[in-house]
């Protein structure tokens, strides 16, 4: 049984943390809001783009002239899974559960034949991942406080893997990051960002609603071209305002859950020291009345 004096050092040392805990929840919630409204404003224009590109591209005939972001490379052999995380813990599962969904997409392109690449956003990711995939690190960032990131910071992003595209690192790019639902949800989503996808039937259900015929000036492909840069950088902003809410909504309930079990542990070892006191006292009573009865 422990002594008086190490379960009252204990019983502090829980209440200190948690009211660390209790803090950590409160900033949480109050950027939370911020954050949550930053993702749910930017979700109907990168939402809109991604369907605008998508409708351009299902009008226009692939050839030597058009776009890599719509022609591809002709293949798919080798993918690049751009993961963002963030650099912080105490998240619960946010960094988790995204790697986690990378990590079981590799596994079915690699047992498919294909390559698997990582460009991770975020230090946590990166550092999951590479316990498997220490050879498949094509690059890592650091991206700091998700909630201060600009578009300018996306746009650099995508200027770096359109480059890398450029050159033939890679076929195709997928992004993982996480859909921020509510406070206790936030879902690991995946998302393909280049080359753009085009979904199937997309030109055979216009036809079928009877919309009506569009004609653009200029031609479909120079819209594109100015399009398709901006969309990778687009959506790469609105990953890193998802996972923004998300890390905060997920933070929030983690650090809710700690406080609440350091409570419960509070409790727990404050009956045990009161019950090591009375005892205590009692051994101190009975060897009094021993000693006075042997008088």
């Known amino acids: 049984m422990a002594s008086l004096k190490a379960l009252k050092i204990r019983i502090g040392s829980v209440k200190s943390t948690q009211k660390i805990t209790k803090a950590m929840k409160m900033v949480a919630a109050a950027k939370l809001r911020r954050a949550q409204e930053a993702a749910e404003a930017g979700r109907p224009y990168a939402a809109t783009l991604e369907r605008v590109v998508a409708s351009l591209a299902s009008k226009v005939t692939v050839s030597e002239s058009s776009p890599k972001l719509l022609a591809g490379t002709g293949k798919d052999q080798v993918h690049l899974f751009v993961v963002a995380t963030s650099d912080r813990g105490l998240a619960g599962a946010f960094n988790t559960n995204i790697a986690r969904l990378a990590k079981k997409r590799a596994d079915e392109l690699v047992a498919q034949g294909k390559t698997v690449k990582f460009y991770t956003i975020g230090r946590k990711g990166r550092a999951v991942l590479q316990r498997q995939y220490r050879d498949a690190m094509a690059h890592g960032i650091e991206p700091g406080d998700l909630g201060k990131l600009a578009f300018a910071d996306a746009r650099g992003y995508a200027d770096d893997l359109i480059a890398r595209f450029e050159k033939g690192e ?60 901006r969309n990778v950088a687009i959506q790469l902003f609105r990953a890193m305002r998802e996972n923004a809410a998300s890390e905060q909504g997920s933070k929030m309930t983690a650090m809710d859950n700690a406080t609440r079990n350091a409570g419960d542990m509070i409790k727990k070892l404050t009956t045990e020291y009161n019950r090591t006191r009375q005892a205590a006292i009692t051994t101190e009573l009975v060897e009094i009345i021993s000693g006075a009865e042997a008088l």
Do not use: C, N, W
């Not at 979904?199 to 259900?205: S, Y």
């Not at 200029?218 to 819209?223: A, T, V």
């Open 170 to 229: 890679f076929d195709v790019a997928h992004l993982f990051f996480s859909t921020f639902r509510s406070v206790m949800t936030q879902e690991p989503t995946e998302q393909q960002i280049i080359p753009v996808k085009v979904p199937e039937g997309r030109v055979a259900a216009s036809a079928d609603t009877g919309m009506a015929a569009v004609t653009y000036e200029p031609d479909e492909e120079s819209i594109l071209a100015d399009l398709l840069p």
